[in-house]
């Protein structure tokens, strides 16, 4: 619980007995980021040793429809369930034999779904007399989790948690307003309630309860505050007292919306990582939380320290939306003079988060029409260092319905097929680093949105993508990062921002001898080759190549991975096809002629010179062998010519045995 919130700021204080009796621990204000603890995800070793699960949607609330529904037809004399359902609430009762079946070894399901009551015996909320205050229903979540782990899969528990009716009914203080004081709320989901407050507290508590019944761990979706903020709760009050002059503006004063966000942004990442610190002592509990909006890297809803709270969720084409990027490219077309593609902004997103996070983003990758479409997806994100979490249709667990607008089932049991090939490759991996990026958020926080773009964001993309290409081991980091964290792996720290680095960040390079090299916007007319004669020292270094492909055709994307405890280096090669990807909803499908092919992959074979000494071999035989299909390449020395005839390519080098 959240007794001591945040020390620096005065706190707010409200009645410990809120709405009828309702025990909770009084709200406490939102520190700066400054004296935030961030400790790094806890990341349980399953999680990292399968690099594709399976998301689902089988709702409790639509089983209680289902439900409803079938004593109406009974009464009609009709059949209870249509086929259809049928087929549905097979999925429901037996989703753990079913993603066996298909080959997942861990899924998401759905727990809580929007503002419905807990569907557990849940302890909060109490009365004054400590008695809990909910109808104490069945537990309808310990045998879900029975029923998966009977199956050897890992249960992940989807909670919604911004909404809950009951709780509003009875603290409807706790509900967030827009900036005109009207309720703030998801359409289809409730009202957003502020999770700063001591509905915060709630959350918490039953989080704990869901893994007492054995959930391998939890999901948070979303965005956990309304995007264009929270105001008339606990949390503007606290906005209020830490920024005296903006309190005297009105809530339609530009600059005042605009910290208020950032504010929110802060206090997010305050929430979600106590509500991990209770999970810690528990290495084998995974704590996933949605940062929807941090690939962006121009839209400052959420924080990087928000990805430090657990596992970071993400969406397979998030980085490119428009409306996540505010609109930036449609509102400011001359920009698009100097974007890189899109492939590139996607994969700067999973590189930023893994970095922060130190554990493998969670991408949702939803209604992939065709295997070679998802085939290529799965590669990007796990070329990059995520986990691919493959939606998959409820009627598709058990069966194979194949609605439009979901990935088919075939499909779906090859992609999983492809896990048990991935999972020993990968354990106990990681991307090789050199050099570092340097995105600062608090740069970017003091810009408008064009100028966001421009002097930061902008140019870190362009630079990532020009050290991309030439096959630079590199690494996308934040502020916090480049103030306290180990820079020893990296030769080299770029930033765009030199000029307005803090003490204790400059401190912290010197204290680790790393080269820094500025690259400062220069102006739009030849800005590609001012950062490549920038960044001639880096290019020039052999150390940064330990592997180097010769002629690698334009865009294709390589990754360096390596396994010491294993003796074991991966190289990862992906076309930059896979930002083509198409994905689909139910309610939204692609036609039949919408359906689109990949661009073909003709035989391309290039060079790869591999520098042994770099990569921690001394006189020892390499064996090579195609990851994917477990042919071998033979015993390259320093140089070996492989073909590339596919969208994805992962070679395997270790000691002969």
């Not at 503007?236 to 605009?258: D, G, M, V, W």
């Not at 996308?476 to 180990?486: F, N, P």
């Not at 030199?498 to 401190?507: A, G, M, P, Y």
């Not at 001639?536 to 994307?557: C, H, N, R, S, W």
Request: contains cysteine.
């Amino acid at each position: 619980m959240r007794q001591n919130r945040l020390k620096s700021l005065p706190t707010t204080k409200l009645s410990l007995a809120i709405g009828f009796g309702v025990l909770v621990s009084p709200a406490i204000a939102c520190a700066p980021v400054e004296s935030i603890p961030f400790r790094g995800a806890a990341v349980p070793d399953w999680y990292e040793a399968h690099r594709i699960h399976a998301h689902s949607r089988i709702s409790p609330l639509a089983y209680a429809r289902y439900k409803k529904n079938a004593q109406r037809r009974a009464q009609k004399g009709k059949p209870a369930y249509p086929p259809r359902i049928q087929t549905w609430l097979e999925a429901y009762r037996k989703a753990g034999a079913g993603f066996k079946k298909l080959g997942a070894p861990a899924f998401t399901r759905h727990i809580k779904t929007q503002d419905e009551d807990p569907i557990w015996p849940s302890a909060v909320p109490v009365d004054a007399q400590g008695r809990p205050q909910l109808r104490q229903v069945k537990n309808q979540v310990q045998p879900m989790v029975t029923e998966a782990h009977a199956a050897g899969r890992k249960f992940l528990a989807y909670y919604w948690d911004v909404s809950d009716t009951r709780m509003f009914k009875l603290n409807p203080e706790w509900g967030c307003k827009t900036v005109n004081g009207a309720p703030a709320g998801h359409k289809a989901k409730g009202q957003y309630l502020d999770i700063s407050s001591p509905f915060g507290d709630v959350v918490a508590q039953r989080l704990q309860e869901l893994q007492r019944y054995g959930a391998d761990g939890v999901y948070l979706d979303f965005r956990h505050y309304p995007p264009e903020g929270c105001y008339g709760t606990a949390l503007e009050s606290s906005f209020r007292q830490a920024n005296p002059r903006l309190a005297r503006r009105k809530r339609t004063f530009p600059t005042y919306q605009e910290a208020l966000k950032q504010f929110q942004a802060k206090a997010m990442a305050k929430v979600m990582n106590e509500w991990s610190e209770q999970f810690r002592n528990d290495p084998n509990f995974a704590f996933i939380v949605s940062t929807t909006s941090l690939p962006t890297l121009v839209n400052p809803e959420m924080t990087a320290d928000l990805a430090r709270a657990g596992i970071p969720k993400t969406e397979y084409h998030v980085a490119t939306r428009h409306g996540i990027n505010l609109r930036l490219f449609r509102n400011h077309p001359d920009l698009l003079l100097n974007k890189p593609s899109d492939a590139v902004q996607m994969a700067l997103g999973w590189n930023l988060l893994r970095t922060i996070s130190g554990a493998s983003p969670h991408v949702w990758i939803n209604g992939v029409p065709t295997y070679e479409q998802l085939f290529s997806a799965v590669g990007a994100v796990v070329t990059h260092g995520g986990v691919a979490n493959v939606d998959v249709d409820e009627l598709n667990i058990t069966a194979a319905v194949n609605r439009r607008g979901a990935t088919p089932r075939d499909v779906l049991e090859k992609i999983f097929a492809l896990d048990q090939q991935l999972g020993p490759l990968f354990e106990g991996a990681a991307p090789v680093r050199r050099v570092a990026v340097h995105f600062s958020e608090t740069s970017r926080n003091k810009r408008s949105l064009r100028k966001r773009w421009i002097d930061v964001a902008g140019p870190v993309t362009e630079v990532f993508e020009l050290l991309l290409d030439k096959q630079i081991p590199t690494a996308v980091i934040d502020d916090r990062i480049l103030a306290e964290g180990d820079l020893s792996v990296y030769q080299h720290i770029i930033s765009p921002t030199v000029s307005e680095l803090s003490e204790q960040q400059q401190k912290n390079i010197d204290r680790h001898n790393v080269k820094l090299l500025s690259i400062e916007a220069p102006p739009a007319f030849n800005r590609t080759r001012r950062y490549r004669k920038a960044l001639t020292p880096v290019f020039k270094d052999p150390a940064m190549t330990p592997v180097k492909i010769e002629a690698l055709p334009e865009g294709y994307q390589a990754v360096l991975w390596s396994a010491p405890k294993k003796q074991k280096t991966l190289l990862s090669i992906i076309s930059p096809s896979f930002s083509q990807v198409q994905t689909q909803t139910l309610a939204h499908p692609l036609s039949t002629q919408g359906i689109k092919s990949l661009p073909s992959t003709r035989s391309q074979p290039v060079s790869i010179e591999i520098d042994w000494q770099q990569l921690g071999y001394s006189n020892q035989t390499i064996c090579a062998t195609d990851g994917l299909t477990g042919q071998s390449l033979g015993r390259p020395r320093q140089r070996m010519k492989v073909d590339l005839k596919a969208q994805w390519h992962l070679l395997s080098f270790e000691p002969c045995s």
